[in-house]
């Protein structure tokens, strides 16, 4: 059983360490690496090797970190575009949660006890539209077909009906034409096949708000690309830091990408203090996902609560404790 890990850049190989010491510690499993991202690029001239793409196809699972340095900025990005194209990830589940209270910039008594899944479409719109520079300017292009949006939608559902029977499809129907496809084929669909969830359609800005003042209301949210890149970011509030936010990148095949929402962050990068609870929890959403081994994932998210609980946090959280502290907390919480 092979994961296969793609750390990257910047505090990707270093939080992506932390969670494959919290992966040995729930089982046995067979890890092969790959550079990506900018370590790609000065290796072997791509942000994508060959070889790393075909390590991934034939894997259970890929574990990835983060990408991207001041001297590389958007062809590191480009390769993770690559391979969520290459590997079909269409859905990209990203499960927000208030773990404790006052650990974030919002209210407590705001954001206590939500729980929500934002799901990204994760390989169309403005992200692979065609795009451009003109003799006046620049452009990028958004397009959906109702087969992309469906396919995604049927995800969304399907999770809602395993949780609180709640789906907001977020678009932007007043102004955009795809948003309006977007929102006919979400109300379709749900009338067809899912009738027992309820279904409720925000615009991404009134969205945007809600997300901050009332985010209980939300049980599965679902939205277009880039929507769902600027708030799943936003609704790090709610969780109290990027660094408590994973990610599942799926398709229609076994498998998938698992990753954490944040970034390389290259402002705390090698220091040893990077939260790595949004990569442990990326590798218990592998657990969950690609490999059907829901209580090991659940062990782990029980850990990385109880660490929280019990102070044990980095700075992005006001803690002092350092990435390797986190991860023995995780450990010995198991
Ligand atoms: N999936 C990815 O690989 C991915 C995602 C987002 C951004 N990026 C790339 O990362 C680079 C930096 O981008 P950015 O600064 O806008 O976003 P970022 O997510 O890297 O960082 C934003 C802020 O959050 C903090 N942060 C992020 N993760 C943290 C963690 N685990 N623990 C503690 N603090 C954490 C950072 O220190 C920074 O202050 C860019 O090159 C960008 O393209 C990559
Ligand atoms: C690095 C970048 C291409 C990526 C995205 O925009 O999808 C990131 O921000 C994310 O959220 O995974
Ligand atoms: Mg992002």
């Known amino acids: 059983m092979t994961i296969v890990l793609l750390p990257g850049d910047g505090i990707g190989p270093e939080v992506v360490a932390s969670a494959v010491e919290v992966l040995a510690g729930v089982g046995e499993f067979d890890f092969a690496e790959f550079p990506f991202g900018a370590d790609a690029i000065e290796r072997c001239g791509t942000p994508l090797p060959a070889e790393a793409l075909t390590g991934c196809r034939s894997a259970e699972a890929v ?24 590997l079909g990830l269409y859905a990209n589940l990203r499960p927000v949660r208030a ?53 995604v939608a049927r995800v969304a559902f399907r999770l809602a009906q395993e949780r609180r029977g709640r789906v907001t499809s977020v678009d932007k129907a007043n102004v955009l034409e795809t948003s309006r496809l977007w929102r006919e084929t979400v109300t379709g669909l749900g009338q067809d096949k899912f009738p027992g969830v309820e279904l409720e359609h925000l615009l991404v800005d009134s969205a945007a708000l809600a997300l901050v003042s009332d985010p209980r209301r939300f049980d599965v949210v679902v939205t277009e690309n880039l929507f ?3 708030l799943s970011d936003e609704a790090a509030a709610i969780a109290g830091s990027l660094g408590l936010l994973p990610s599942a990148s799926l398709g229609d095949t076994a498998g998938g990408l698992f990753e954490p929402v944040h970034g390389s962050a290259p402002d705390i990068a090698g220091l040893g203090i990077a939260n790595p609870c949004a990569a442990i929890l990326s590798a218990a959403l592998l657990l969950r996902y690609a490999l059907y081994r829901d209580p090991e994932a659940a062990a782990i998210e029980a850990a990385v609560a109880r660490t929280l609980r019990d102070g044990i946090r980095t700075p992005d959280l006001g803690g002092t404790a350092t990435t390797a502290e986190v991860t023995r907390a995780v450990l010995a919480g198991l």
């Open 228 to 230: 769902g890149d600027i």
């Open 99 to 151: 773990w404790l209270e006052g650990l974030g910039p919002l209210r407590p008594d705001v954001v206590a006890g939500a729980d929500l899944v934002i799901v990204r479409e994760l390989t169309g719109g403005l992200y692979v539209g065609a795009a451009g520079r003109s003799a006046e300017g620049a452009y990028d292009t958004c397009a959906y077909t109702a087969g992309e949006i469906e396919r």
């Open 63 to 86: 574990l990835a970190g983060a990408v991207g340095t001041a001297a590389h900025t958007t062809t590191p990005g480009s390769g993770l575009l690559r391979l969520r194209a290459e």
